[in-house]
């Protein structure tokens, strides 16, 4: 299936309406992009690739990394993961320190910060050296050797990081960080500062799409039941506080980034990436968001 023509179409609609939001200027990095930046790349299970607009420009794709650490950290622990944080949507702000009180340290999903640091605690525990093993495990998993990170933006981050820092000193107050939190905040601002374009972040996610096997060679990364509860957590999680609406409105697994990027997986057909910068009052991209509401409904490929 081909869907080229009803991009092109919803592309120059969402285009020619106001573009509403604001960039994420809480990492400084990030404000500094053009706002009006707009691209889409789209990647089936068939084969067929199309992309528009910027979808070439690699962005930060910050938060989108949450389903890659956790795919790595499941693979290596497998269930026992599921003992140091919850699979509950959170109904709070992604960083949110709220409800770990109340919780007991335990994150209610590995997409909020709070869990995302916890999944990073676990593979530094694993890993021999978690920066360079986690790349390797993300160019094998995406057959993309160009990935990396960007050191300015983790800089950036850190150095107005004081929720993040505060999240994880609390977490560790409840004994569910083992390491050093200093460490664990590092990789966790190195892991968000990894940049990738629409086009690399579709060919990336169809292995979702394809129940954990690579399209490319059919080796199987994830196992199936890894692969479908990752995207039933993308399903309740992915949008943050506003993951009821994605899927009321567009319907598919996906997930989100402060950068502006969305990645949605349409089981067994397709995998697509949005990118635009000027981000909603929950965090998630405005043009995103609206393109894929109309995608999912013109082409009739929600999952419900
Ligand atoms: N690095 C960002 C933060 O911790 C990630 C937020 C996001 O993309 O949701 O605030």
Redesign the pocket.
Known sequence: MDYSEEIRDIYEVVKNNPNKGDTAT??PELADVDPDSFGIHITTIDGDEFGIGDYKHRFSI???VKVLTLSLAYKMLGKRIWNRLGVEPSGTA??SLVQLEADNGIPRNPFI?AGALVICDILISKLNNPKADFLAFLKNFSGNPGISYSDTIAKS?KSK?Y??IALCNFIKSFQNIDNDPNEVLNF??DI?SIKMNCNELSRTFLLYANNGRKVSDNTQILTISQSKRIKSVMQTCGF?DESGEFTFKVGLPGK????GGIVAVCPKKYAISIWSPKLNSK?NSYRGMKFLELFTTRTETSIF
């Open positions: 809480y990492i910050q938060s989108i992604f960083n910060n981050e990081g929720r993040n966790y601002f968000c943050y989100s980034g402060v950068g965090g």
